[in-house]
């Protein structure tokens, strides 16, 4: 499908209330899921607003996930921050969206189609724009951080996060088929 037609009807997707109830819902849901963040050091937390950024990039497209990505980032912040707030994590959540968009708006949970969506992510995002961000931030050098933290921590938890991903698909799909796009 068309990359442009794709975000043209991620964006009509915001002209039904009841799209834009599910959305706030969902959003409601990543900012819960943020309080149960692990830390794991100052450089490095494993959370679960993946499943919630999925479920709205693949229900509602790369636009709507682009927009919840951004705002669902700030609402994070602002309800419970972890450090200081940085433009580029904002970005990055943003750029996500559109991902998870890409790969999986108009199409079933399937495990090959969620495998490599969670890849996408977790290597564009994770391990490539957010360890620039933290280089940034802290002054450390990219490749010593990519190579002693990032890389190591993404080796994990990609596999953690498919898994996890997968376990919820049935009941994601069942969601979505049943009650939400009807």
């Known amino acids: ?27 409601a849901l990543r900012v819960c899921l943020n309080f149960f ?14 499943i919630v950024m999925g479920v709205i990039g693949g229900m509602y497209g790369p636009f709507v ?32 969206g559109i991902l998870y968009g890409l790969v999986l708006y108009k199409n079933k949970f399937r495990v090959s189609k969620i495998i490599f969506a969670e890849i996408l992510v977790d290597v564009v995002i994770n391990v490539l724009l957010n360890t620039l961000w933290i280089s940034m931030l802290y002054g450390s050098g990219f490749l010593e951080l990519l190579i002693t933290v990032r890389i190591p921590k993404n080796l994990i938890t990609i596999p953690l996060s498919v898994g996890i991903f997968i376990a919820f698909s049935p009941l994601i799909n069942k969601v979505v088929n049943r009650n939400i796009k009807k």
């Open 1 to 27: 499908m068309n990359v442009v037609k794709l975000f043209r009807e991620s964006a009509l997707e915001f002209k039904s209330v009841k799209n834009l109830c599910v959305i706030s819902l969902l959003l």
């Open 37 to 50: 963040t692990i830390p794991i050091s100052d450089l490095c937390h494993v959370s679960f607003l993946f």
């Open 65 to 96: 996930g682009a927009v919840c990505g951004a705002v669902g980032d700030i609402l994070c912040y602002i309800v419970h921050p972890m450090g200081g707030f940085f433009i580029g994590f904002t970005f990055s959540a943003a750029i996500a």
